[in-house]
C-alpha cells in the first residue's frame, strides 16, 4: 500500500467518523427541518432495495434472470406478496426464504 492510498483511506476514516460522531456531540440541540425529516424516515427502504434489488435481479452479477428459475425472485416475491398482505415481517422473511430453499432445489 503507497502513501497515496493510505492518505485516501485515512480521510475516508475521517469524514465517516465525524458525521457519525456529529451526531452524538450536537445531540438534540440541532433541529432537522420538517422536509428532511420526512425524507430520512426513506432512507432504510432505500438502502435495503439497493443491497437487495441486484442480488435479485442479476444473481450471477452480470445477467438480467427474469425467468423462472431464478430462486432470489422467487423468494423475494413471496417475502414482499407475505409482508403486504400479513404485515409480519418475520412471517415474510420466513416465507420468502422457505420458498426459496425449495424453489432452488426444485429448478437446479
Not at 423462472?68 to 412471517?91: D, F, I, K, Q, Y
Amino acid at each position: 500500500m503507497n502513501t497515496r492510498e493510505l492518505l485516501v483511506i485515512l480521510g475516508m476514516t475521517a469524514v465517516t467518523f465525524g458525521v457519525r460522531y456529529s451526531f452524538f456531540v450536537l445531540g438534540d440541540r440541532v433541529a432537522f427541518p420538517d422536509w428532511m425529516r420526512r425524507a430520512l424516515h426513506y432512507v432504510p427502504v432505500a438502502v435495503l432495495t439497493a443491497i437487495v434489488a441486484p442480488m435479485v435481479l442479476l444473481p450471477d452479477g452480470t445477467h438480467w434472470q427474469l425467468n423462472w428459475r431464478n430462486a432470489w425472485l422467487a423468494g423475494a416475491l413471496t417475502s414482499g406478496l407475505m409482508a403486504w398482505r400479513r404485515l409480519h415481517l418475520l412471517a415474510a422473511i420466513g416465507g420468502g426464504m422457505a420458498i426459496y430453499f425449495v424453489w432452488r432445489v426444485l429448478a437446479t
